[in-house]
């Protein structure tokens, strides 16, 4: 079954300097990967994917990911970390679809991400 | 870019009571709309897919006749709490995908935060 693993509860950084959230992934086949991020009491936002391509996806916000398929991983990164970036940030594997439809989306935990001053 | 959105962004309602909670895709047209409800602190659960005209598929566990779905329309997708009762209580969020979409990219209303008394 696909699935997707966040081994951080919580990140802490300060501001001004680079983040790392990280994320794992177990899917059969290629793999769809997104992160969302969510502020507090607000639905998510797109923030970028990986379909195909390049492994480094840039995204919205100045942030991106690293699509590493040896590791499984999917780490989102910023060089430059912003309070305001504060926020619970997802990432989700697409599952598989059946008849040719697309697949659900399969969230992970969350991250909570905390920018100091 | 692609906008959902919900309504209303914040219920109240009397244990026993019905409450309907709108969906609706701004700018694009959504054949399947989803229905998600986070619990705090919590990621994301799957509650149900809905296809425009036709009945929705509720995940393991969700009660259909409990949390009714309609999908009526390209842009609209509605979702009511049958007699509400307080662990009901929970924040809704929905999501539609674009028809004829390549990008498999969900796009997620912001939340519906329902507190059943």
């Known amino acids: 079954a696909q699935s997707v693993a966040q081994p951080e509860d919580q990140v802490n950084v300060a501001e001004g300097n680079p983040l790392t959230v990280k994320c794992t992934y177990s899917v059969s086949g290629n793999p769809y990967l997104f992160w969302y991020v969510q502020y507090p009491n607000r639905g998510l936002q797109f923030l970028l994917k990986y379909i195909t391509g390049d492994n480094l996806v840039k995204g919205s916000y100045g942030f991106e990911a690293e699509f590493n398929k040896s590791q499984t991983s999917f780490h989102l990164k910023k060089p430059s970390a912003l309070v305001s970036d504060s926020a619970l940030y997802f990432c989700?594997?697409?599952?598989?679809?059946?008849?040719?439809?697309?697949?659900?989306?399969?969230f992970g935990k969350g991250t909570k991400l905390s920018v100091k001053p | 870019g692609a906008v959902v959105s919900q309504h209303p962004s914040r219920v109240i309602c009397k244990s026993g009571t019905s409450v309907k909670i709108e969906c609706r895709s701004l700018?694009?047209?959504?054949?399947?709309m989803f229905w998600y409800r986070q619990f705090p602190k919590k990621s994301l659960m799957l509650m149900a897919t809905s296809n425009e005209g036709s009945k929705a598929t509720y995940e393991q566990g969700v009660e259909k006749d409990k949390f009714l779905i309609n999908h009526a329309s390209l842009t609209l997708s509605t979702l009511t709490v049958t007699s509400a009762h307080p662990e009901d209580s929970s924040f809704y969020i929905c999501?539609?995908?674009?028809?004829?979409?390549?990008?498999?990219?969900?796009?997620f209303g912001p939340g519906t935060r329902l507190t059943v008394l």
């Open positions: 999501s539609a995908r674009e028809s004829g979409s390549s990008t498999d990219t969900q796009y």
């Open positions: 989700v594997v697409r599952d598989k679809g059946h008849g040719g439809s697309q697949g659900n989306l399969i």
């Open positions: 700018d694009f047209q959504a054949t399947t």
